[in-house]
């Protein structure tokens, strides 16, 4: 493992302000095109996330030719395994990748799929481990991301409390950071799927970080997220919704995710800045003249002229007796005159009876 990425704590880092970690996945977006990966990793750079996640797969080491698709997209590969082959590239090619995310600021992060695609993410550096729905099960595969010490995220999708808990277990045996995501393996995740309140669930019941992978193709779930405290949050990144792959319908464009980035760390602001109301009345008490209202004479009043309320009105500025009194006024006695629209001070008042 590269011991520069290993003292990272990626999951939750205040001391830049920052307390989610935000990841753009790309996934097979590339479609086994390294330019295209280089590709995205400039575009999530350029968007401002904190990471770029891949895929690791080694087809021979993680599949069988007779795995079946989920749902057959690609014209060109006979065969689910076909497919991962072609996704696959060489351990110089992860590296470049790695080089290059480090060089734009970013985290570099892939989920392996097999026991040798985490030795080779060992040797290539990795800031921490996200282990793929479909892998919660495998519990010796989460056990040697565990014991490089780094963190671990743990997506849900296909688990039920159950089996979280027992791959919880594993990880925490290790002493590794941990985070918990909440997941819906549905692409895209309509609203009522993405399940926000499952965080404060996995919080309670597991004492770790959480977070969220969303595959709703909209920004709304990360902002809500983010204003639920989460430490992590992961989204699909597609270059154009025109682009070949199954993850595309799933995905946001980089612009969007320009946007969310920016809308997380603007509520992280907001977050982080407690209001004390009353301390802020205070502060402002030099505006409230501007906007506030005030008891003002309705015409020419004389001195002498007791006060009735078809005499008095409520307008700007505020700074004379404020406007609540204004029936508590009439029947007050005006010691001296008062032109129109001038606002009453309790000096311009005979004493009350």
């Known amino acids: 493992m590269n011991q520069e990425t290993k003292p990272v704590t990626w999951l939750s880092d205040p001391r830049r302000g920052r307390p989610c970690t935000i990841i753009g996945e790309v996934a097979q977006a590339h479609d086994g095109s390294l330019g295209q990966a280089h590709a995205f990793i400039d575009a999530i750079a350029d968007a401002g996330a904190d990471a770029v996640k891949f895929q690791t797969h080694i087809a021979s080491a993680e599949s069988t030719p007779g795995e079946p698709w989920r749902k057959k997209f690609s014209p060109q590969d006979d065969t689910r395994y076909d497919y991962w082959k072609r996704m696959e590239f060489t351990e110089p090619q992860w590296h470049a990748l790695k080089k290059h995310a480090t060089e734009r600021g970013l985290l570099f992060l892939s989920s392996p799929f097999s026991p040798q695609a985490v030795e080779l993410l060992k040797r290539v550096g990795v800031a921490g ?33 159950a089996e979280l808990d027992e791959a919880v277990a594993v990880v925490k045996k290790r002493g590794a950071p941990l985070a918990v995501m ?114 003002v004479a309705v015409g020419d009043l004389a001195a002498g002229t007791v006060l009735e309320a078809q005499v008095l009105a409520a307008k700007k500025p505020g700074t004379g007796i404020p406007a609540k009194e204004l029936k508590g006024l009439v029947g007050r006695r005006l010691k001296r005159a008062v032109k129109h629209d001038t606002p009453l001070s309790w000096d311009d008042l005979e004493p009350a009876a």
């Open 129 to 161: 481990w996200k282990v793929a729905s479909g892998e919660v099960s495998n519990l010796d595969l989460i056990d040697a991301m565990a014991a490089t010490g780094q963190p671990v995220m743990l997506s849900s999708g296909m688990s039920g409390m």
């Open 182 to 295: 909440q997941c819906s393996t549905m692409y895209p995740t309509s609203p009522e799927a993405v399940g926000l309140n499952v965080m404060a669930a996995f919080r309670e019941r597991y004492g770790c970080a959480v977070g969220l992978s969303d595959h709703s193709a909209k920004i709304f779930p990360g902002l809500a997220a983010a204003t639920l405290g989460a430490e992590v949050f992961e989204l699909h990144v597609a270059l154009s919704r025109h682009m070949f792959g199954p993850d595309t319908i799933a995905s946001v464009t980089p612009e969007e995710l320009k946007q969310l980035v920016e809308g997380v760390r603007f509520i992280e602001r907001m977050r982080a800045a407690p209001i004390d109301k009353d301390q802020s009345a205070r502060d402002l008490a030099a505006m409230r003249g501007i906007f506030t209202k005030s008891v």
